[in-house]
């Protein structure tokens, strides 16, 4: 199986995808409750604000020496890599592509020689899921490509090969 995935077609760019680095990435979502929490919008300001205030008040309340409760926090992200259900947002990877101007649609390829084609603003919101219960999808991937509003959660898109702006 092939884990490098090309995005390829009418992009400024052709790149390529490498899922098995993914597990390192902030972006990840968790699949078991990405599609059912509510949606918030993403303010990556008002999201640093509240980090700095939360590490600010930690510090005024405990002092400046970092409790044993941190390593717990540690130890307990490095368990959730290890058995997560985790996917990625596909948009950063398109936008890096640069999808030209008259580009309308993106096809998905999958299995063998089947084809998913979606208009370019959807894919921009498409999940791609790279691991299972802390896994790589091996037998069935290395990518599932989730709708973001969850419709097929049940039966992603398998076994994806590619992906073709045009």
Do not use: C
Not at 37 to 61: A, C, G, Q
Not at 87 to 115: C, H, S, T
Request: aromatic share 10%.
């Amino acid at each position: 199986m092939e884990t490098i995935i090309p995005i390829k077609g009418k992009v400024k760019y052709k790149i390529t995808l490498d899922s098995g680095v993914w597990i390192f990435d902030d972006r990840k979502v968790d699949l078991n409750t990405y599609f059912n929490d509510e949606k918030e919008s993403e303010d990556h300001l008002e999201e640093y604000t509240k980090s700095v205030s939360k590490h600010w008040d930690r510090e005024i309340m405990e002092g400046a020496v970092y409790p044993p409760t941190l390593k717990t926090e540690v130890k307990f992200e490095k368990e959730k890599v290890l058995t997560g259900t985790f996917g990625i947002p596909f948009k950063p990877f398109l936008d890096n592509a640069e999808p030209e101007q008259d580009a309308k649609k993106i096809v998905i390829e999958y299995g063998e020689n089947n084809q998913a084609v979606i208009p370019l603003e959807q894919a921009a919101e498409i999940i791609l899921g790279f691991s299972k219960d802390g896994k790589p999808l091996r037998e069935d991937g290395p990518l599932h490509v989730y709708y973001k509003d969850g419709s097929n959660k049940e039966q992603p898109i398998k076994n994806v090969t590619g992906f073709t702006v045009e």
